[in-house]
């Protein structure tokens, strides 16, 4: 009966692909199977050419670093993460984070990881926007990849201008000193999986490392869902 009113309503209300706007059959959600397969893949732990990865050599001791997908302008990519950050769409953003989870499995190079955290919003960003989009791609890599995930003890201590449209100095200048850790304790001794939605400078990554680097112990990797190719 719920298949038949679905189909019923889909007559008057298709859903449709957020990408390429084709009607979505069967189970289907939010993106074609088409779109889905055709994704700009960065696969950046799955070769040597791992150029995310570069982005912090000599400026971060990070154990491993991946994104999934490739960022360009006027990209595939743009397109989902514009859905995910200013359209709410929070539904793809864990099946994004599903994908992640899946890429991160694959790589094998995350094996170790003990506890996943999202990189934190303002409060009031947040409300406004009504979720963290990290923390949606989070819930959705522990079902593929599953581990625990830290909420609450990374926070961001200061609201920031928008990052976009600023040069890595800028980037730099405007993040620091945003981010601070409540408490260390659980943190000690583990390896530790950041999850951010899109990697450009690598700014945000590293006010992050800033906050969490004297703790006991730690080890610090990071993913995201996309990296940008535009910088």
């Given at each position: 009966?719920?298949?038949?009113i679905r ?13 390429c ?66 359209y ?5 953003a864990?099946i994004?984070?599903r ?133």
């Amino acid at each position: 009966m719920s298949s038949f009113i679905r189909n019923f309503i889909e007559l008057f209300f298709p859903r449709t692909c957020c990408v390429c706007g084709a009607p979505l059959v069967g189970d289907e959600a939010e993106l074609c199977i088409r779109c889905l397969l055709n994704l700009p893949e960065a696969l950046t732990s799955l070769n040597d050419n791992n150029f995310v990865e570069k982005r912090f050599i000599g400026r971060l001791p990070i154990e491993h670093c991946t994104a999934l997908l490739l960022y360009k302008r006027g990209s595939d990519a743009q397109t989902i993460l514009h859905q995910i950050k200013y359209y709410g769409n929070e539904k793809l953003a864990i099946i994004m984070g599903r994908q992640l989870g899946l890429h991160l499995k694959k790589s094998g190079l995350f094996n170790d990881v003990d506890l996943i955290m999202p990189v934190p919003l303002h409060r009031s960003k947040e409300r406004k926007r009504g979720y963290n989009q990290s923390l949606r791609l989070c819930q959705g890599i522990v079902q593929t990849f599953p581990r625990p995930i830290v909420i609450d003890n990374l926070v961001r201590i200061q609201r920031t201008d928008s990052q976009t449209h600023k040069t890595r100095l800028e980037r730099l200048d405007n993040i620091k000193g945003v981010f601070a850790v409540k408490d260390p304790e659980p943190l000690k001794d583990k390896h530790l999986l950041l999850i951010d939605d899109v990697i450009t400078t690598g700014a945000t990554t590293e006010a992050c490392w800033t906050a969490l680097k004297g703790i006991e112990g730690l080890r610090i990797s990071i993913a995201a869902l996309a990296v940008s190719g535009d910088t």
